[in-house]
């Protein structure tokens, strides 16, 4: 028999076509336009809490933590996880664990974070060297602190 008749799902999925087709053809309101053009931020997760919770921080904290031990003066544009929240929202949302960097303090500790020493098992101090946010710190201390990825206290 060459010609089958439908089956539930077919004819289910028919069916729901019918039923939903012009709800899917709405025109977008403006702004899921506006979401569509901006995904980046809220589906990685943040979201326009995370954007609030970031330009208060960002007020409050206008300058580069990892500068400002230095003594140095820069102004900070992202707010980092001071331990690396890895998806936890506790560690998330703690403003304990927010701190202002610039943008090239907080590549370098995303690279120890991502891509260094952390997760490589080896020692890979070398890279925090190049990226010289604080050389002042000896490589001691962050095989000391490298177990979890925690560079900081609180
Ligand atoms: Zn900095």
Not at 116 to 137: M, T
């Amino acid at each position: 028999m060459a010609v089958q008749s439908p089956t539930y799902q077919q004819r289910k999925a028919a069916a729901d076509r019918a039923r939903y087709g012009t709800l899917a053809a709405a025109p977008l309101t403006t702004k899921q336009i506006h979401d569509q053009q901006r995904p980046n931020s809220t589906q990685r997760g943040y979201g326009y809490r995370w954007q609030k919770a970031r330009l208060v921080h960002l007020a409050e904290h206008p300058l580069c933590a990892t500068h400002l031990e230095r003594g140095e003066t820069v102004a900070a544009t992202v707010v980092d996880h001071i331990v690396p929240h890895k998806g936890d929202p506790e560690l998330f949302w703690d403003p304990e664990n927010h701190q202002s960097l610039c943008k090239p303090c907080h590549d370098a500790k995303t690279a120890t974070e991502d891509g260094g020493f952390g997760r490589a098992g080896g020692r890979g101090g070398e890279s925090l060297q190049v990226a010289g946010p604080r050389p002042y710190l000896s490589s001691r201390f962050f095989e000391r602190n490298n177990q979890g990825g925690v560079l900081k206290d609180g």
